[in-house]
């Protein structure tokens, strides 16, 4: 009988470790060793409590007093947050790369305007409430992501690294390739990686929202920060198993990692396909 570690049980539970050599190992403590099976059904009980608790909560919505209400009103009005035009659609090109320099006399701050106004209200309204949330790397990226590029620039400012290799392949990955021996052999960007049949075509008119939005793509990327922290090392506009997909590289403290997100990255969360370590 092992000590149970409740940290790696939780991510257990919660699907963290899905596709990962932790996973099996887990799975054959909670099977075989009476004491991680009762903690994994102590947790899983108490996970169906939260639920049922956050229901009851959110069938009775706290409404935004007068005041407070009145005031956003009068801040989303001003001009300052007014709404800009959607920059056109670029088409697909090769390997770019992403930088944090601001370029050209454009405001800095204006293209994550669009998306901080939501951001605001709702952490404005939970401030009210005495609720404080961990906003971590989206709140940094929110400071810090620059405007708008030229159209010959790569799709967005974004990551901690001051450049990100970024290619559009539109290749088709496979999560038993990803995850195999020879997968791990590939360490520079993930296209080395990919199938190169007939499965190889354009993703990027699927992933328009991240290829044309340097604010779409920065949200994303800090989203996939949060659910799996390290530096990102290199990303593919792909496909995963026939669908379009975010492909990145991740090089963390534990080891090397690859990480599959989906067309809704940055919308609510990272949109994990999978992952696998690289090495």
């Given at each position: 009988?092992?000590?149970?570690?409740h940290?790696?049980?939780?991510?257990?539970?919660?699907?963290?470790?899905?596709?990962?050599?932790?996973?099996?190992?887990?799975?054959?403590?909670?099977?075989?060793?009476?004491?991680?099976?009762?903690?994994?059904?102590?947790l899983?009980?108490?996970?169906?409590?939260v639920?049922?608790d956050?229901?009851v909560?959110?069938?009775?919505?706290?409404?935004?007093?007068?005041?407070?209400?009145?005031?956003?009103?009068?801040?989303?009005?001003?001009?300052?947050?007014?709404?800009?035009?959607?920059?056109?659609?670029?088409?697909?090109?090769?390997?770019?790369?992403?930088?944090?320099?601001?370029?050209?006399?454009?405001?800095?701050r204006r293209?994550?305007?669009?998306?901080?106004?939501?951001?605001?209200?709702?952490?404005?309204?939970?401030?009210?409430?005495?609720?404080?949330?961990?906003l971590?790397?989206l709140?940094?990226?929110?400071?810090d992501?620059?405007?708008?590029?030229?159209?010959k620039?790569a799709?967005?400012?974004?990551?901690?690294?001051?450049?990100?290799?970024?290619?559009?392949?539109?290749?088709d990955y496979?999560?038993?390739?990803?995850?195999s021996?020879?997968?791990?052999?590939?360490?520079?960007?993930?296209?080395?990686?990919?199938?190169?049949?007939?499965?190889?075509?354009?993703?990027?008119?699927?992933?328009?929202?991240?290829?044309?939005?340097?604010?779409?793509?920065?949200?994303?990327?800090a989203?996939i920060?949060?659910?799996?922290?390290?530096?990102?090392?290199?990303?593919?506009?792909?496909?995963?198993?026939?669908?379009p997909?975010?492909?990145?590289?991740?090089?963390?403290?534990a080891?090397?990692?690859?990480?599959?997100?989906?067309?809704?990255?940055?919308?609510?969360?990272?949109?994990?396909?999978?992952?696998?370590?690289?090495?």
């Amino acid at each position: 009988m092992s000590a149970v570690d409740h940290d790696l049980l939780a991510d257990y539970v919660g699907g963290a470790l899905d596709g990962t050599p932790e996973h099996d190992r887990v799975a054959r403590l909670v099977a075989d060793d009476p004491a991680w099976h009762s903690a994994a059904a102590e947790l899983r009980s108490a996970l169906l409590l939260v639920d049922a608790d956050l229901g009851v909560f959110a069938a009775a919505p706290e409404p935004m007093p007068d005041d407070v209400a009145a005031r956003f009103d009068t801040l989303l009005a001003s001009p300052q947050f007014a709404a800009t035009p959607a920059s056109p659609p670029r088409p697909a090109t090769g390997e770019r790369t992403l930088s944090r320099e601001a370029r050209g006399a454009r405001p800095a701050r204006r293209g994550w305007r669009r998306w901080a106004t939501p951001v605001a209200v709702a952490v404005g309204a939970l401030a009210l409430a005495g609720i404080v949330l961990p906003l971590g790397p989206l709140a940094t990226t929110m400071q810090d992501a620059p405007g708008t590029m030229s159209a010959k620039d790569a799709p967005a400012a974004a990551g901690e690294e001051r450049g990100v290799p970024v290619t559009s392949s539109g290749t088709d990955y496979r999560r038993e390739m990803l995850s195999s021996a020879a997968a791990q052999s590939y360490k520079s960007t993930p296209s080395q990686s990919a199938s190169s049949g007939d499965n190889t075509m354009s993703a990027t008119t699927d992933l328009n929202r991240l290829t044309d939005s340097d604010d779409a793509l920065t949200i994303c990327l800090a989203a996939i920060r949060t659910a799996l922290p390290g530096t990102i090392t290199a990303a593919d506009f792909a496909r995963f198993e026939g669908h379009p997909a975010l492909v990145v590289t991740i090089d963390t403290p534990a080891g090397g990692w690859w990480f599959v997100a989906g067309q809704q990255c940055g919308v609510n969360g990272a949109d994990e396909l999978f992952r696998t370590p690289r090495n």
